[in-house]
């Protein structure tokens, strides 16, 4: 039998009770299918900075290096808001995300039929099905680039930098056409290249790209015109390809056109097979220890790593058809539905494990 290392990054806030799920519902899929998990913990942001004083202790990136494959909840809370930028712990995430090489951010933004109502978007719009993939840059940018501050003449300042070389765009790149070519065949390259130097490198680069995917249909976006198009025509996306923090702030966008964003999983991939995956939400500290955090998110991510990394594609099937299931049974508060009772993360967790 198979056994399966998976380094566990429980993180802040919900994440504990997230991830906790996730795991039980792995576990489960193996049980069924025949291959086993062992988990091992480690520690990431915040209660990495509370134990150690660092959001990103070596022993961490050991772990998941050593590991087969990471799972992660979230990071961050108020309690470490006043802690200095490069030792926040986001900078955490941000540092295991390089460490590891992970470049490529797949995050799928997909409509769950019995959500359709809790979409902010009309019917009409939506149409029958709606299934964008967002391929998202993960190590480099303005997330990375230089920063700092100064002062000039008495006026303080502070910069970033958005910077990409051809081959951190080509890499990139070809991750959005070769999932494009599994897809609908239809790829659209986000930028601001009527203003941004690095936008129109990456445009230029994306393009050259092109003749070696003849099939795929290949499109251009200017960031602030795709925000509009993805809620007045979001039919008319397969993937998007772009940048860091563009695709940091569509990805949120994306995901609320689902119905909410505690529905969506992300896979985080670098040039080895075993991968991070996390729920594209946040912590929300405000809700941790109520019970009321929705681990969908989380279980799904557990599903594509199953299917990205651990090549176990009957498991995360498996796992992917009784989330829908679950959903016509019970609901957490985010989703909650008045024909249904109103569940905790746990009963959620153990809902969906029953119909694997
Ligand atoms: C995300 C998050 C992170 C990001 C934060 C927490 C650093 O918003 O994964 O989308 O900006 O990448
Ligand atoms: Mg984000």
Redesign the pocket.
């Known amino acids: 039998m198979n056994t399966y290392h998976i380094t566990v990054l429980k993180g802040d806030g919900i994440g504990p009770e997230i991830v906790e799920e996730a795991m039980k519902t792995l576990k489960k899929a193996g049980e069924k299918y025949g291959f086993s998990m062992e988990f091992r913990e480690a520690l990431l942001g915040g209660s990495a900075i509370d134990a150690t004083g660092v959001p990103l202790p070596q022993e961490t990136i050991d772990c998941c290096k050593a590991a087969d494959s990471t799972l992660l909840g979230a990071v961050g809370g108020p309690k470490w808001d006043n802690q200095p930028g490069n030792n926040r712990p986001e900078a955490g995430l941000l540092g295991i995300r390089g460490a590891l090489g992970l470049f490529a951010n797949l995050r799928p933004a997909v409509i769950f039929p019995q959500l359709r109502e809790a979409s902010p978007l009309k019917s009409k719009i939506i149409g029958e099905n709606l299934d964008i993939l967002i391929v998202r840059e993960l190590t480099g940018g303005i997330y990375f680039g230089e920063r700092g501050r100064g002062e000039k003449n008495g006026n303080i300042y502070a910069y970033d930098t958005e910077k990409y070389s051809v081959s951190e765009i080509r890499r990139i790149a070809r991750k959005g056409f070769e999932m494009a070519m599994k897809r609908n065949k239809k790829l659209c390259s986000v930028d601001k290249a009527n203003v941004l130097e690095s936008s129109r490198l990456w445009r230029k680069t994306v393009a050259d790209m092109a003749e070696e995917y003849p099939e795929v249909e290949l499109t251009n976006l200017y960031v602030d015109n795709c925000a509009m198009q993805l809620v007045c025509n979001p039919k008319q996306f397969d993937v998007i390809v772009t940048s860091n923090i563009f695709g ?1 702030i569509l ?2 966008e994306a995901s609320m056109i689902s119905g909410s964003i505690g529905m969506l999983a992300s896979a985080s991939l670098g040039a080895g097979k075993s991968g991070l995956y996390e729920p ?1 939400h946040g912590s929300a500290p405000d809700i941790a220890g109520t019970g009321k955090a929705n681990p969908l998110a989380t279980i799904l991510s557990g599903a594509m790593m199953l299917r990205y990394s651990l090549e176990e594609p009957e498991a995360a099937e498996a796992i992917e058809s009784a989330v829908t299931k679950a959903l016509d049974h019970a609901r957490t508060a985010d989703i909650a539905s008045p024909q249904l009772p109103q569940v905790s993360c746990k009963e959620m967790g153990e809902l969906v494990r029953k119909f694997i």
């Open positions: 940091d990805s949120d594209v």
